[in-house]
């Protein structure tokens, strides 16, 4: 089908989103599968928008990769105007979001710090938004992953000289349990990726880098 034509799927994320693009990632992997069936869009929750051709050494295909402002474009997006590609509601948007929001405010990344109450605030508004532009387009949760301590304290992100690990898994685990929670009330689908990975052992240097 002509990419116009194709059902849209809309991965609205942080770093960990953007980042699965590459090589091996699981957006990659999801453009490689939906490849010339449909569209795989990520959305940052920033003013960005620019396109992508995936190169087909990739296993790309043909299909296009889009970045845009979510919100910036919602009003065009379910009024049917033509932009960043799109002319119709999206089939399914993926909400991943929680990882940065469970840095512990005490240290070195407690700047992305934000409250488990208000990261399921913002994960409740976020969902309302979608479904109440997009009322046929399915909405689904991403829980934030697991985190591996030691690999965080022996690769610090930023300058984080006291030899503890900005976040730590206990916490991610409850803004996972968060999400969980969120999606069960607002009957959405949910991915628990923080309890499916610790189903396999030694996840921390398996699934994370």
């Known amino acids: 089908a002509k990419a116009e034509m194709r059902p849209k799927l809309v991965l609205f994320g942080d770093s960990i989103t953007e980042e699965s693009f ?5 957006a990659a992997a999801l453009a490689h ?11 940052p929750p920033r003013s960005i928008l620019f396109s992508i051709s ?32 799109v002319q119709r509601p999206p089939a399914a948007v993926a909400v991943f979001f ?46 934030p992953p697991p985190i591996d301590e030691h690999g965080r304290i022996q690769n610090p992100y930023g300058d984080n000289s006291s030899g503890l690990p900005e976040r730590t898994n206990e916490v991610a685990g409850a803004y996972a349990k ?19 990975m610790h ?7 398996l699934f994370l880098r």
């Open 33 to 43: 599968h939906f490849s010339r069936s449909v569209s795989l869009l990520f959305s």
């Open 54 to 85: 995936p190169s087909t050494d990739l296993g790309w295909g043909f299909l296009s990769v889009v970045w845009f402002d979510l919100f910036d474009s919602l009003n065009h997006l379910s009024g049917g105007h033509r932009a960043a590609g």
């Open 199 to 205: 189903k396999f052992p030694g996840w921390e240097k």
């Open 98 to 143: 929680g990882a940065n929001d469970a840095s512990l405010p005490d240290r070195s990344s407690g700047f992305q710090h934000v409250p488990l109450s208000e990261y399921s605030a913002n994960l409740r508004a976020i969902c309302s938004h979608l479904k109440e532009k997009w009322d046929s387009t399915i909405v689904i949760l991403i829980t």
């Open 22 to 26: 590459g090589e091996g990632g699981w």
């Open 178 to 196: 968060a999400c969980v929670a969120v999606a069960e009330e607002s009957g959405l689908p949910v991915i628990d990726i923080w309890t499916r």
